[in-house]
């Protein structure tokens, strides 16, 4: 069984990031980059899978810039067993990416595709859901655990107020969340090996696929800044300031 994990190259989840100033978006000049921490997870998850006689590819695919090359590379450390780019210095939006995706599962024939729930930058959440959709096959998002046996997933999902345990056949789409593994760190040894592992490259020309952005950002901005706090006196103080100033009483 081939499993197809795509790996976004995204912004490290401990950088502050800080918006432009003409608003037009997030700068990532000079910024750390990684991947995605949702797609390490799908990537142990299909690595663990192979290790246990289930997988027997790993492929892990990334859409983006040259660097996201580093992010195959990442994947292959951890155990992936090759790597495919799409390269582009497009802006992706998810339906595109759903779109490459879905031209490289008709050509890779994987049976299932596990990828991150979300992107920690755009906090999309519906590439998968678009993949599944488009493709056709049956979907499963937020997997806290997951079983592939006889052609068919069993998922345990996590929902609002506790856990919910479906099966769905294969081939199929399967999203990560935070608690369905550790991911491992990558050995030096490893970082060594994933070096020597076969990375391909296509273009979305290639894949016939127009990744023209659907949507258009109007403007990106701070958060508002939090004004100080101050200390009351008493009970009473913090009732005639909650309706007097808050007016939320
Ligand atoms: P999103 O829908 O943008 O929140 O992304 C959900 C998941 O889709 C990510 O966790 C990745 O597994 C995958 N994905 C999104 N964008 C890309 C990309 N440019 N390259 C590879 N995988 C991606």
Known sequence: ?????????????????RVKADGTGVDIANVKMSMNPFDEIAIEEAVRLKEAGVATEVLAVSAGVAGCQETLRTAMAIGADRGILIETDAELQPLAVAKLLKALCDKEQPQAVICGKQAIDDDA????????????????????????????????????GGLETLEIALPAVITTDLRLNEPRYATLPNIMKAKKKPLDTVTPDALGVDVAPRLKTLKVAEPAKRSAGVKVADV???????????KVI
């Open 236 to 246: 009473a103080d913090l009732v005639a300031k909650l309706k007097n100033e808050a």
């Open 125 to 160: 959440n519906q590439t998968g859901q678009m993949l599944a959709a488009l493709l056709g096959w049956p979907q499963a998002t937020f997997a806290s655990k997951v079983v592939l046996a006889d052609g068919k997933a069993t998922v345990t999902r996590e929902v609002d």
């Open 1 to 17: 069984m081939k499993i197809l994990v795509p790996v976004k190259r995204v912004v490290d989840y401990n950088v502050k990031v």
